[in-house]
């Protein structure tokens, strides 16, 4: 199954930040986000996914679980079905059921995990396969239970790491398109992505391995010019977004959308 599925895309789905995005999780003590500034910064990824063509759906901001604008974390469109996921960390657990009406309302129905914990930024799919990297938040039970769903749709599972010390495996890499990965090198050498060409990043800019493809364009996180001038040495056409308020609390560009095709 060949083809764009896993670049190409119809729709997105966003959630907005809200004011208790200074107390979303992180792994290091550091600088909260301002709740305006990344409020701009959304702004500008939602638009600049519309203007590929798209049509984006965003979600009103939910108070009561400060990460919830990560919303990649909580479903996975993936084969034209939705699926509700079981994020990892206690404090994200309710994100899964309060996306599901919007989801509801897009798909017509859901399909949904039944056991263990998957975070969707540990999942990278491809047009036939999905790559499942265990981590702290994504444990075997889910990477199975999610296998069962998938393979229906046409996915073959590949259970992959996420380096110790990496957030979710897309922290570490992104789909440029049908077969080509852009990775770190710390992940890529764990042979992960055999059967894929890799394009590894750039010593020094590895947080710019979060890009994701979506239409024609690659979205790059912006402050990465070594890696902004390797993608376009490649041939890619690439759209820099700010993605800095994200950052400070361990998200980045693949987190903030659901990216699917109806
Ligand atoms: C968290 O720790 O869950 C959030 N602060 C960041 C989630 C980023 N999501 C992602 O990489 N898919």
């Not at 889910?142 to 996915?155: F, N, R, T």
């Not at 050498?189 to 894929?196: L, T």
């Not at 979060?210 to 890696?227: E, Q």
Request: proline share 4%; charged share 25%.
């Amino acid at each position: 199954m060949k083809g764009e599925r896993s670049w190409r895309f119809s729709h997105a789905v966003s959630r907005l930040p809200g004011e208790s995005i200074a107390s979303g999780l992180r792994a290091q003590a550091g600088t909260d986000p301002d709740p305006k500034t990344f409020l701009a910064e959304h702004r500008a990824y939602t638009r600049a996914l519309e203007e590929t063509g798209a049509k984006v759906t965003v979600l009103d901001a939910l108070e009561e679980f400060p990460d919830s604008v990560f919303i990649e974390d909580a479903a996975l469109c993936a084969g034209g079905t939705a699926i509700i996921l079981r994020p990892g960390a206690e404090s994200r657990y309710g994100e899964a059921a309060a996306v599901a009406p919007a989801l509801e309302a897009i798909f017509g129905s859901v399909k949904r995990l039944e056991r263990g914990f998957v975070d969707g930024g540990d999942v990278l799919l491809t047009d036939d396969e999905a790559l499942i990297g265990m981590s702290e938040r994504t444990d075997q039970e889910g990477v199975d239970a999610l296998s069962e769903i998938l393979e229906p749709l046409g996915y073959r599972t590949r259970t992959v790491h996420t380096p110790p010390g990496v957030l979710h495996f897309k922290s570490d890499c992104g789909l440029l398109d049908s077969n080509t990965i852009f990775s770190t090198a710390r992940l890529a050498n764990s042979g992960c992505f055999e059967g894929y060409r890799v394009i590894e990043a750039v010593a020094g800019e590895e947080a710019a391995a979060n890009l994701i493809r979506f239409n024609d364009p690659v979205f790059l996180r912006s402050g990465f010019p070594k890696t902004l001038a390797l993608l376009q040495s490649e041939g890619y056409k690439v759209i820099t977004l700010s993605a800095d308020q994200a950052a400070l609390v361990d998200g980045g560009l693949s987190c903030m959308s659901l990216r699917f095709s109806l």
